[in-house]
């Protein structure tokens, strides 16, 4: 049977959570196949590159470091967009054809993902002659969401069950080599300039029609709650089998377990966590947020029945809080040796 092969990009700072991911994903391999681990880098530290290593050390895995910060440099830097707090490491997967120039295919995986699932099932996703497989984006694609901005329609995308999610992509390199798609990739991005998900909405526009949409289940979004009233029926279904058993999920915007109240699966993501050295550490950071948070919205409460006589709304959110905070106290608590006296 043929490698897996999967790419992760990540600077120095992120490698915490890249190492999450991985621990998920070695945790979820099988024997008999041989995983070909692409790290797409920029300015990881030699002594975290050993720890990557060492995180990946089974036998069927094979973990190798590629410069995307070289690749990515060679460009003029007015030839990205950004917005808000992205970096121009965003931009790594368009590069992927050329970063990993020798391989004919590749699965891409954003760090900020939870893999509960063996990946060779997503790898071996028969593209044909699409150039990528990827998830329906689930808050564009069906919830509807005022906050958002309707991204699909503004991009030329007919239909918004059309926009895909670029943080779980099986990637036709080879496909996208031959028709020169890099170059396609940038026109876009002089012709589109500040887009609100710079290289998701790229990938969109030039990939449109030849994509391979996969099940939700490899790409459930963790840090949204989401309304059943607000899908569109032909996805009702797919959606609550795809939350009923994630096989990734995919912690988009701010909605990590390690920075998050409610996030989903925050067990299983602290399961895989203080298997690295950092989830110790990521443990800790939530508990002090989650002190803060409490001390915060108590203040509110007692400052709004001193000022107007009433606890208001405030306190139905005590009372959400308290609620909140006392379940995920009782599920830590199932987790081994945590540092927690809440
Ligand atoms: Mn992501």
């Known amino acids: 049977m043929s490698d897996v092969l999967v790419a992760f990009a990540s600077d120095n700072n992120y490698v915490p959570v890249l190492s999450v991911a ?8 099988n024997p008999d196949r041989h995983y070909k681990i692409y790290i797409l880098e920029n300015a990881i530290s030699a002594g975290n590159k050993n720890y990557l290593s060492e ?72 593209l044909g002659d699409n150039y990528v497989g990827a998830t329906r984006d689930l808050t564009i694609a069906c919830a509807a969401n005022p906050w958002l901005p309707p991204s699909y329609q503004t991009l030329g995308i007919t239909s ?8 779980v992509l099986v990637l036709n390199l ?42 939700n289940n490899w790409g459930v979004f963790g840090g949204l709650l989401f309304n059943r009233a607000a899908f569109a029926p032909q996805f009702v279904d797919s959606v609550a089998s795809a939350i009923h058993e994630p ?34 550490d990521m443990l800790n950071k939530l508990q002090r947020k989650l002190n803060m948070w409490k001390r915060r919205l108590l203040r509110y409460a007692i400052a709004s029945k001193l000022t107007f006589g009433r606890f208001s709304r405030i306190e139905t959110k005590l009372a959400q809080a308290t609620e909140c905070y ?14 927690f006296s809440l």
């Open 326 to 339: 006392a379940r995920l106290n009782k599920r830590w608590k199932k987790l081994d040796g945590l540092p």
């Open 22 to 29: 991985l621990a998920s994903l070695v945790a979820h391999t």
């Open 160 to 167: 918004r069950h059309d926009y895909f999610n670029s943080g």
């Open 247 to 280: 096989y990734i999920i995919h912690y988009v915007g701010q909605g990590f377990p390690h920075t998050e109240r409610v996030s989903m699966c925050s067990e299983e993501y602290f399961h895989y966590a203080l298997k690295t050295r950092y989830g110790r």
């Open 55 to 126: 995180l990946a050390s089974a036998n069927n895995i094979e973990l190798l470091f590629a410069d995307a910060h070289r690749t990515l440099a060679s460009y003029a830097q007015s030839a990205f967009y950004l917005r808000g707090k992205y970096s121009v490491s965003i931009y790594t997967r368009l590069f992927l054809p050329n970063i990993i120039s020798n391989e004919r295919k590749v699965l891409y995986l954003d760090c900020d993902t939870l893999i509960l699932r063996d990946v060779a099932e997503l790898y071996d996703t028969e």
């Open 174 to 215: 080879e496909l996208m080599r031959k028709d020169n798609i890099i170059d396609r990739f940038l026109e876009t991005v002089q012709k589109l300039k500040n887009t609100f998900y710079p290289d998701q909405d790229v990938l969109n526009v030039v990939c449109a029609g030849r994509v391979k949409f996969i099940a």
